[in-house]
Structures are given as structure tokens and as C-alpha cells.
């Protein structure tokens, strides 16, 4: 190695042809973003179609970002366990104390699960926390759709996904981006109660161990 660097030029670098033929190496250049989602690409790649993908998890785990991704990658909308929050009549404090009492399941039910699998277009009313109100989410014709989202597989909804995926978070590494992204108060809000309610919903129902794949932290 010495020699040959004592006489390398700085030019490019190729394989020699006995190499090529031995191992038919290939590079590409991936974003980074993408690297803890290897696994899951290769079994959604693998999935039959029509297919719907569920990605459950931690708080700040990156379960948006994931799907968001991937929804790029594969061309298929995204659904979001978050347009499902429960609005405030329905917050009373029998709900509430429910294992993932705060997610509006029935709408769920009633909106979603029907035409997941259908590869038809449909829409679906998405609760607007800040707003109070109810916008329409539309959902274009396609073979793969993810669901995103804390509490997305509630067993209440029944065995409706093809692959079920956990996403998790480590606790120093969650505080860092609830802080980043919500602020002291936000986080604070967090510790307090959304975190808390995820952690009784998971360890009720068993989210993780349900789960075909976890992702790496």
C-alpha cells in the first residue's frame, strides 16, 4: 500500500477487470436519511399488493419523517394517526384513562379502514388540534398506503395492516428533538402527559412485540 501510494497521482480509482468479473461490484449514493429504513424498504419491496404499512412508536422517533420518506420513495400517500385526535367533547375522563383513549379509533374505523385496501381514491375528515376544526384529507388511488402514527395499531382496529413496524426512540435522544421542536413548555407537556399515556398504551397492548420490524434508534 505504501508503494502504490508513493505513486498515486490523485486520479480516479477503477476496479481491475479480474475483479469486475469475480465480483460485479455496483455503488450508489443514498441519502443518509434513508439509513435506518434499509430493512423495511426490503420487505416493503417485497410486499404483495394492494398493501397497507403501519408505522406505531415512540414520541419523537422520527415515525413522520419515515413515512413521509417512504411515501416519497414508493409514490403512496400517508395517513396520519394525528388527524385522529379526539376532539374536545369526546375528552372526558373515563376516555382518557383508556389505554390510547385519546385517539379518535372509531372515526378511524368508520373513515379509513374501509377504503385502505380498495386502491381507490377516498378522503377522510382530519381533526386540527390548533384549529378545533375538521379539514378533508384526500387520499389519491394507490396499491401501498402507510398509516403513521402513536396508537395507529390499536387493537381495536383489528389486524388491518400487511406490516406492522415500531418505530423507537432512546429517552435522552426524544427529550433533545421534543425540545428542539416544542420548546421548554412543549416538552414539559410531553413529560407529563403524552409521553406517559404512549408508554401505558404500548405496555397495555403489546405494540412492540405485535410489530414485524423495529427500526433502529
Not at 479480474?18 to 424498504?41: G, H, K
Not at 401501498?144 to 423507537?168: I, K, N
Request: charged fraction near 25%; include cysteine; hydrophobic fraction near 45%.
Amino acid at each position: 500500500l505504501d508503494a502504490f501510494l508513493a505513486r498515486y497521482d490523485g486520479g480516479a480509482l477503477h476496479h481491475s477487470e479480474t475483479y469486475r468479473r469475480a465480483y460485479a461490484p455496483a455503488y450508489r449514493v443514498a441519502d443518509a436519511a434513508f439509513s435506518r429504513l434499509t430493512a423495511l424498504i426490503c420487505r416493503l419491496d417485497a410486499l404483495p399488493r394492494p398493501a397497507v404499512a403501519a408505522l406505531d412508536g415512540d414520541a419523537a422517533s422520527g415515525k413522520s419523517t419515515a413515512a413521509e420518506l417512504l411515501g416519497q420513495l414508493f409514490g403512496a400517500p400517508v395517513i396520519h394517526a394525528d388527524d385522529f385526535y379526539l376532539p374536545p367533547e369526546l375528552r372526558t375522563e373515563a376516555r382518557l384513562a383508556e389505554p390510547g383513549g385519546n385517539f379518535h379509533r372509531e372515526r378511524f374505523a368508520a373513515e379509513v379502514l374501509p377504503n385502505l385496501k380498495t386502491g381507490r381514491a377516498f378522503s377522510y375528515g382530519a381533526y386540527d388540534f390548533h384549529a378545533r376544526a375538521t379539514r378533508r384529507a384526500e387520499i389519491p388511488a394507490s396499491e401501498l398506503v402507510f398509516v403513521e402514527g402513536a396508537y395507529c395499531l390499536h387493537p381495536a382496529l383489528g389486524d388491518y395492516a400487511d406490516l406492522r413496524v415500531f418505530s423507537p426512540a432512546a429517552p435522552d435522544e426524544q427529550r433533545r428533538r421534543i425540545l428542539a421542536r416544542n420548546g421548554e413548555a412543549g416538552l414539559a407537556a410531553f413529560d407529563a402527559r403524552w409521553i406517559p399515556m404512549e408508554k401505558r398504551y404500548q405496555a397495555a397492548f403489546g405494540v412492540r412485540a405485535r410489530c414485524d420490524l423495529t427500526l433502529p434508534e
